[in-house]
């Protein structure tokens, strides 16, 4: 689900420092583990030639979200043949199966469970599986109506880089912006729970009644993905099935 609003960052920061640190109390760090491949742009497709693609937007939503709650709501989705996108900022979602960087002591927000699941019923893997996450439907904007939702395949665009991911979770009705812990550390994101995202800069596209069997099975998005974007950049009718 949604990361944290900045209200409940404030509280845990006051609760996980408190005035005076005993000597041998160090910051919080994530665990040492093996670091993931240097963020690149995945597939073929461009950045720059997405965005300029993306540079008008055709309002699908009725309102608009908030990045974090108590921010104002400044946020449309966009309506393109065959897709959706928004502009946002990004929060880390690492909720799902416990791993090393993505549990109960590296985020007090963590939950076991997502809106979705893996084709064998197991729980999504955040810190390994590029998802994003889906606002709950509401009378802003319904996901359901636009062929949008679990499984659904996306693209995340940021400094130039191009990752695909598919949408595995809902946060929030009003909160719009967020990703698995996976798709921040791809692009070059800091990925940590309690501190990381980013404010602004990321572009979401999630496409119309696209959907992959199997959420786990990111080389299938990658495929998939990959010929939906150019299919976007060429002006084809997307192909659904």
């Known amino acids: 689900m949604r990361l944290k609003s900045l209200t409940l960052v404030a509280a845990s920061a006051a609760l996980l420092a408190p005035t005076t640190l005993p000597a ?3 910051p919080h760090r994530l665990p040492e583990v093996p670091e993931d491949p240097p963020a690149r742009s ?3 497709v461009r950045a720059a030639d997405l965005l300029a693609r993306l540079r008008h937007c055709r309002p699908v939503s ?19 043949r065959g897709a959706v996108f928004w502009k946002a900022d990004m929060d880390i979602d690492c909720d799902g199966r416990p791993t090393a ?20 019923g197991r729980r999504l893997d955040a810190e390994r599986l590029p998802y994003v996450v889906l606002p709950a439907p509401s009378r802003i904007w319904d996901p359901g109506a636009h062929g949008v939702g679990g499984g659904s395949v996306a693209a ?20 719009i912006g967020e990703a698995s812990y996976a798709t921040a550390r791809r692009l070059g994101i800091p990925a940590d729970p309690l501190g990381g995202g980013v404010r602004s800069g990321v572009t979401y596209i999630v496409f119309k009644h696209a959907r992959v069997d199997a959420l786990e099975d990111h080389a299938a998005t990658v495929a998939r993905g990959e010929r939906l974007l150019r299919r976007l950049l060429d002006g084809t009718p997307p192909q659904s099935r």
Do not use: H, K, M
């Open 24 to 26: 041998a109390t160090a």
């Open 101 to 120: 960087r993505c549990n109960r002591r590296t985020d007090p927000q963590f939950s076991p469970a997502t809106a979705y699941a893996q084709s064998d």
């Open 62 to 80: 009725r309102g608009r979200y908030r990045p974090d709650a108590g921010a104002r709501a400044t946020i449309p989705v966009c309506g393109l």
């Open 156 to 175: 995340v665009v940021y400094r130039g880089r191009v990752q695909y991911a598919v949408v595995g979770d809902t946060g929030p009705r009003d909160l």
């Open 42 to 44: 995945e597939g073929g």
